[in-house]
């Protein structure tokens, strides 16, 4: 068969997806969960949970299918959970948004981060500056574009930038500064100097701020700070979040984005000819989750830093090097000390030695940055404690 044109390609590249004969190969989720399934190892490469989420919320999304909420929503998204959203940023943030105007339901915030730059970037000559390692979307739909994807490093093992190098990659031709926070897959929380300092370049050389903030609930040490919050960032800032990780219903891919009106639509304009619309029955059963009580809020952070313990203490005892993490579902290991030179094939031997699936963080940046994350390997937490209890005594037989 001839070779196939589109830009399907320059997106597959820029995932990484393109093998050496020059045809698309799986992800490393794909490539992961399958090894899991054919060896029966726990499988902590992909982050979702093995739980349900809250009875309220599921109960909820029952009702709605029952009583025929079963038709497109509006292109917008349903008005409660319009109004659910901007009262949640409201309560937690003290944001005070226009529901019909400053918020835009998703298909998840994969959607959403894809609508928006799809949205803002002009052309080839224009730059989206992201930290690396970053969530393997963001390279491709930067791609998908056209435009180029600038890094800039996290450094192990606390996973903070050096501002200097942050402040060589914005110039007059970047776009979009891209924020995760907290980070997946590194687990890292931003300091609040970091932010002050992409606000203070996204002002002077005039480029746009997008956060992707979906892990926002599962901060383990005080609250998150959106930087839409932020003096000076509001005008210029789009902010990401979805139900999935707050609320175990990852499946449901309900996002949202939200920012100053005219910002929100274009995004609109982008959004409305993806999806259209998406999750009907789902849209009021997350407004039932975003009125929950701050102690189903506080619970899950708590529930999910004690996992995050469990499951660091074992890759300690297992001979693993271990970043603590400050939020998110993931733990990030060195396996150096255990004899690793190419995380990579560590991952892949990993389900038939011991039983566990991980995922490489080098799956997560760019070719020339490889060797500086060449070790480094990402659990997910988000998994019930009998589970990690489980992965744990099978993390120990690598040094029995």
């Not at 600038?150 to 970047?174: G, I, K």
């Not at 901060?219 to 999935?244: K, M």
Request: net charge negative; with cysteine; hydrophobic share 45%.
């Amino acid at each position: 068969m001839r070779e196939i044109p589109g830009a399907w390609r320059r997106t597959a590249m820029g995932a990484g997806l393109i093998s050496a004969d020059a045809s698309p190969r799986p992800t490393i989720f794909a490539e992961m969960s399958a090894l899991a399934a054919r060896t029966g190892a726990i499988n902590l490469g992909q982050g979702f949970p093995d739980e349900d989420g809250p009875r309220e919320v599921l109960d909820a999304a029952r009702e709605a299918i029952a009583n025929g909420v079963n038709q497109y929503p509006p292109g917008r998204g349903t008005p409660d959970l319009l109004l659910a959203i901007s009262e949640h940023q409201r309560r937690f943030y003290g944001l005070d948004l226009d529901p019909q105007r400053n918020v835009l339901v998703t298909a998840g915030a994969t959607e959403a981060l894809a609508a928006a730059l799809l949205a803002l970037i002009d052309g080839p000559e224009d730059e989206v500056v992201v930290f690396e390692p970053y969530y393997d979307s963001y390279a491709a739909v930067v791609a998908l574009t056209g435009a180029r994807l600038v890094t800039v490093p996290l450094r192990w093992p606390d996973f903070q930038p050096d501002l200097d190098q942050l402040r060589a990659a914005v110039t007059d031709r970047t776009r979009v500064i891209l924020v995760n926070d907290p980070h997946n897959p590194t687990g890292a929380v931003f300091s609040r100097e970091l932010q002050d300092e992409v606000i203070r370049l996204a002002d002077r050389h005039d480029a746009f701020i997008i956060t992707d903030e979906v892990y926002e609930h599962l901060v383990f040490d005080g609250p998150h700070v959106p930087i839409a919050t932020l003096p000076g960032a509001w005008e210029r800032t789009l902010t990401i979040s979805s139900c999935g990780k707050t609320f175990s219903v990852t499946g449901w891919k309900i996002g949202w984005i939200t920012g100053p009106a005219v910002l929100v639509d274009a995004v609109l304009a982008v959004k409305q000819f993806l999806t259209y619309v998406n999750g009907a029955p789902f849209q009021p059963a997350i407004a039932t989750g975003l009125r929950m009580s701050d102690d189903f809020f506080r619970g899950i952070a708590r529930t999910l830093r004690d996992k995050r313990d469990l499951l660091g203490a074992g890759l300690r005892s297992a001979g693993f090097e271990v970043s603590i993490a400050a939020g998110s579902y993931f733990t990030v290991a060195d396996a150096a000390p255990l004899g690793a030179t190419d995380a990579a094939d560590f991952c892949r031997a990993l389900p038939d030695r011991v039983g566990v699936v991980a995922i490489p963080l080098t799956a997560f940046v760019t070719t020339g940055r490889r060797a500086q994350y060449a070790t480094l390997v990402r659990f997910a937490a988000c998994k019930r404690v009998r589970v990690l209890e489980d992965a744990v005594l099978r993390l120990g037989a690598l040094t029995a």
